[in-house]
């Protein structure tokens, strides 16, 4: 039943097409919005969190996500089952795709996202090249058409360069080319990449900005022609050319940047005929120079630093506008509040070369208090499901300024626990630290510059032996124990310490 | 508890003075150092000798033994050297995407064996030591999971 009694809810149910965090965070804007929200869940995921919050989940197929989440005819069946009215893909998985869209327009379903053929135009990323470049916006210096095996192009660009894949998105499909004789090599290798990532193989050619910071502008339509421009987001924090950290505003841009930025991502939205939520991604030199990256046709992993600043709920927002409702001046002409960043808590190594981890996770404690969100899908004594995006926890923080933010980030970090596999989380915590980061003043290379492979233990050796020793003491057991026998030996152990303690 | 032997990713660590640890929920290892002027939550996770800390977000491998525990390890770890064939196994779930070997090819440490295909990621299995290809267990276009055998040398 719907709490709101202002409203009609925009539509009666609605079918999740994704898992995870980004599937519960549309469940709670249904929520709010009086939607009974509707699941979809791969056999791996038959008792995820996302699965049990829904009014109600259906099954789409095996674990890998080609024959689940990627099903086109799995998820719209599982919609006309449950009688759903709408379909939000989230991030990921379908979120880009035109055919899908289309499907769901078909089937007589609407699709929470820009049109079919926004998806189509800006999903190709060179075509997008070439359209940004006809409207007047800057793109960063290369090709405008597809690499052949004529490579005198490339060497007049000067390297370095970064070969990039028509269809690509995520950093797939690319690769950073340093010297001319690396070339035939590399451009074989990103192909391939691209060829089993896309199915198309299409590669193009961008001169490296470097030192970049990649800025992006979030945009929301509707169908009436108005277009809001929400800020912009600093992505800059990456690594294999994938993002960590999100913030916004960036402190690298001024306002008279901020304006030209705002400017060329309209003119790119006004390339299409667009509606709903987009973003469009930028790199910035040293000299506030902007060039056009690509517009990313959907919700974004980082949507979340923009609603903190805003005070907009973008996914609520997205149902609304794709219900027909138009967007309100307050959305139209936001008022900016204070600083927001996002980091992304990953099960990955960042002590070695960032390389997925893979294991049960045990404890999973996340922060709460002023001024922070926490976006997850984790559990503690959960497996991590290996076949899907190694994502644990977005944790966000807002406060006043960029220093009370990072302070905040500090303080939020430090109450966080993830135990059982590595995760980035002492790569984030080193980060806050950073004096580069602390100034605002990186860039995209950070990661390899600053952090490398990591500081030394330092003090937190002895620490670290002085715990396991403790650790040993009291025999604490392993975090994969059986879940029966573990509430027992927690009171026994606890009892027994607390004797020696005394 | 002076007479265990203390190893913080392999290297001896005399643990902190002054310093005591309270758990917060021991099922999971949660627990917070203390020392009268700062607390720091730690997860203390393992059990016998071997442990894992995670200490500002950082997870580390530690282990605890008394001296004859560490005896015992030395004198496996001796034996273990130059036993025979071994077997190459996967670490992380995944798609295996290429297969850069053959059965009866020479390899040296650190050679590139196979390529899985994990969370979006290539990963690269190389040989943890020099040895003969005996035998190929997988193929590209096949799944395989944690654990599971990709290859023999000997």
């Given at each position: 039943m719907s709490l709101r009694t202002d409203t009609v809810p925009p539509f009666g149910r609605l079918l999740v097409a994704n898992r995870g965090e980004i599937a519960i965070r549309v469940i709670r804007a249904c929520r709010e919005l009086g939607i009974s929200p509707i699941a979809v869940h791969s056999d791996a995921d038959a008792d995820a969190l996302h699965a049990r919050m829904a009014d109600r989940s259906e099954r789409i197929g095996p674990p890998p996500a080609g024959e689940s989440y990627l099903s086109i005819d799995a998820v719209i069946e599982a919609a006309h089952r449950t009688g759903a009215e709408a379909i939000h893909p989230g991030y990921?998985?379908?979120?880009?795709?035109a055919t899908f869209a289309r499907a769901v327009e078909a089937a007589g379903l609407a699709f929470i996202g820009p049109p079919p053929a926004v998806l189509e135009a800006l999903g190709n990323k060179l075509a997008a090249r070439r359209s940004a470049a006809d409207a007047g916006v800057p793109i960063v210096p290369g090709t405008t058409v597809a690499l052949e095996e004529d490579l005198a192009a490339v060497d007049a660009l000067g390297f370095p360069v970064l070969l990039k894949a028509?269809?690509?998105?995520?950093?797939?499909?690319m690769r950073r080319v340093d010297r001319a004789g690396d070339l035939a090599a590399a451009l074989a290798a990103a192909r391939r990449e691209a060829t089993a990532a896309f199915g198309d193989g299409t590669i193009y050619v961008e001169r490296m900005v470097s030192p970049a910071r990649h800025v992006e502008v979030q945009l929301l339509g509707d169908r009436h022609g108005g277009l809001a421009v929400l800020g912009e987001r600093d992505c800059?924090?990456?690594?294999r050319h994938q993002k960590l950290v999100e913030e916004s505003?960036?402190?690298?841009?001024?306002e008279p940047t901020r304006q030209a930025l705002f400017d060329s991502a309209r003119r790119v939205a006004g390339t299409v005929e667009f509606h709903n939520a987009a973003t469009v991604e930028f790199l910035l030199d040293a000299d506030g120079n902007h060039y056009f990256l690509e517009m990313n046709t959907r919700l974004q992993v980082e949507h979340g630093v923009t609603e903190l600043v805003t005070g907009i709920d973008l996914v609520a927002w997205q149902i609304r506008v794709a219900a027909g409702e138009r967007l309100t001046s307050s959305v139209l002409a936001p008022t900016l509040r204070g600083h927001a960043i996002e980091v992304r808590l990953y099960a990955e190594d960042p002590y070695d070369g960032f390389r997925p981890t893979a294991g049960r996770i045990g404890a999973f404690l996340m922060p709460a208090g002023p001024g922070v969100r926490v976006d997850t899908g984790t559990e503690p004594?959960?497996?991590?499901?290996?076949?899907?995006?190694?994502?644990?926890a977005k944790l966000m923080v807002h406060a006043d300024d960029r220093p009370a933010a990072v302070a905040r980030l500090r303080r939020a970090l430090d109450e966080t626990l993830i135990g059982g596999l590595q995760t980035d989380a002492g790569f984030l915590r080193w980060l806050v630290d950073d004096e580069a980061f602390a100034s605002g003043a990186?860039?995209?290379?950070l990661v390899a510059d600053?952090?490398?492979?990591?500081?030394?233990?330092g003090e937190d050796a002895a620490l670290v032996a002085l715990a396991a020793q403790a650790g040993r003491g009291v025999s604490v057991p392993v975090a994969t124990s059986a879940a029966g026998t573990r509430a027992e030996s927690a009171w026994g152990r606890r009892a027994r310490q607390d004797g020696l303690r005394r | 508890m002076t007479d265990y032997d203390v190893r913080v990713d392999g290297e001896p660590v005399p643990p902190a003075a002054g310093w005591q640890l309270d758990w917060d929920d021991p099922a999971r290892g949660v627990a917070r150092l203390r020392n009268g002027a700062r607390t720091i939550p730690v997860v203390v996770e393992g059990g016998g000798t071997d442990w894992h800390i995670v200490i500002h977000g950082r997870r580390v491998a530690a282990s605890v033994r008394t001296w004859r525990e560490r005896l015992l390890a030395e004198a496996a770890t001796a034996a273990q050297v130059d036993a025979g064939p071994i077997t190459v196994s996967a670490t992380l779930p995944g798609l295996?995407?290429?297969?850069a070997v053959g059965v009866g090819d020479e390899v040296e440490e650190g050679a590139p064996l196979l390529t899985i295909e994990a969370m979006k990621m290539q990963n690269e299995v190389r040989a943890p030591r020099p040895g003969r290809v005996i035998e190929v267990s997988v193929a590209v276009g096949v799944t395989v999971a944690t654990g599971a055998s990709l290859l023999r040398l000997e």
């Open positions: 990921g998985f379908l979120s880009e795709n028509a269809a690509g998105g995520g950093g797939r499909g800059s924090v990456q690594r505003p960036s402190p690298a841009v001024d004594d959960s497996d991590l499901r290996s076949e899907y995006d190694p994502l644990l990186y860039d995209t290379g600053r952090w490398r492979g990591g500081p030394p233990l | 295996v995407v290429a297969v």
